[in-house]
Structures are given as structure tokens and as C-alpha cells.
Nanobody, 120 residues
Framework: VQLQACGGGLVQAGGSLRLSCAAS????????VRWYRQAPGKQRELVAS???????NYADSVKGRFSISRDNAKNTVYPQMNSLKPEDTAVYSC???????????????WGQGTQVTVSS
């Protein structure tokens, strides 16, 4: 199983970015997907999560600005980031809990990070 995170880039404060995290490989289903970010010199922060049923949770720092959705048919999750601030600058990574066929065991997989830079 591989996770491909895309959509990062440079944006001005107040702008928007839409990230994506696509899973491929030997997948039966995907349970929860979490998005983390880590800024230089800071601890990794859980930003948002979405359950298999679509329930979402957000860090207080992004509530009202970020949203997350998923397309189960495409095994893809889409964090939408609006009203971006310079303090949102970080490397964003996705973490998916994937159920594999036959055994139906759940495993945790990580995508590579994607850099988001917000200029003031």
C-alpha cells in the first residue's frame, strides 16, 4: 500500500489550498485518515481526521478554516485549507488506517509530506 500526498505549494495569506492523499495497492477498505503537520522546530500536530463514515475532527487552530472530505471509490482524502495564515506553514502528512484483503487486518500507513508555505 502506498499513500501519495499532493497539493502543497506557496500561497499568500488569506489564500486557499486543496491537498489530497491517495491510497493505492492491496486495499480492502480504508478506515480513519489523519492529517498531521510539522513546522520547523515544532512538534508534529494532528490537524484533521475523517472516519470511514465521514465524521470529522479538527484542531482548534484550524477550525472554521480547514475541512476534510473523502472519496471512498477513489481511496482519496481531500483536506481543503482556506483563509491560510503564515503560521499554517508546515510539512503536511497523511496517515491512513488501511484494511487489507484476506486477513482484514488494519495497518497504519504514512504518505510522504507535502510542503505548504504561506507568505504574509
Amino acid at each position: 500500500v502506498q499513500l501519495q500526498a499532493c497539493g502543497g505549494g506557496l500561497v499568500q495569506a488569506g489564500g486557499s489550498l486543496r491537498l489530497s492523499c491517495a491510497a493505492s495497492g492491496n486495499i480492502f477498505s480504508i478506515n480513519a485518515v489523519r492529517w498531521y503537520r510539522q513546522a520547523p522546530g515544532k512538534q508534529r500536530e494532528l490537524v484533521a481526521s475523517i472516519s470511514s463514515g465521514g465524521s470529522t475532527n479538527y484542531a482548534d487552530s484550524v477550525k472554521g478554516r480547514f475541512s476534510i472530505s473523502r472519496d471512498n471509490a477513489k481511496n482519496t482524502v481531500y483536506p481543503q485549507m482556506n483563509s491560510l495564515k503564515p503560521e499554517d506553514t508546515a510539512v503536511y502528512s497523511c496517515n491512513a488506517f488501511v484494511v487489507v484483503p484476506r486477513t482484514l487486518y488494519e495497518y497504519s500507513y504514512w504518505g510522504q509530506g507535502t510542503q505548504v508555505t504561506v507568505s504574509s
